[in-house]
């Protein structure tokens, strides 16, 4: 302890001495938030709407197929298809087959077709009709 007697528990000179009746800062949040969420839950939204045909149209009628960063973004989101991420999506096996899709050049172009939506629309109602696979 120094003549003061305000020395921190490790004595080292760049630590700071409170004095009595000063507060201590509020402790930073583990991990930022962006409009309320946090960036796990913003992905997570994200990945889970690739899941339907129709937003992947509208994504493609919107041209983000064609922005390298996006296509960048979509790679990286492959994260998903991992454990312990995979215990998060609601609906794991359209949201992970159609991330899987879009790395694919020619899926991107095709998907801008109606008829190409309307097909993985009916095979994704077929596969809801025939419930979980044993």
């Not at 994200?46 to 009628?61: K, T």
């Amino acid at each position: 302890m120094d003549t003061e007697g305000i020395t921190m528990a490790t004595g080292s000179p760049q630590d700071i001495a409170m004095t009595e009746g000063q507060t201590p800062p509020p402790m930073p949040p583990e991990e930022p938030k962006y409009g309320g969420f946090t960036r796990f839950e913003i992905e997570l939204e994200f990945v889970q709407s690739l899941a339907s045909p129709q937003y992947l149209n509208y994504l493609a009628s919107q041209k983000y197929f064609e922005n390298p960063a996006f296509i960048a973004y979509l790679s990286y989101l492959q994260y998903w298809s991992h454990p312990p991420y995979t215990k998060y999506l609601t609906y794991p096996g359209p949201t992970l087959k159609n991330l899987e899709l879009l790395q694919q050049e020619r899926f991107r172009a095709d998907i801008l077709s109606p008829d190409k939506m309307n097909e993985l629309v009916e095979e994704g109602t077929k596969s809801g009709m025939e419930g979980p696979r044993s």
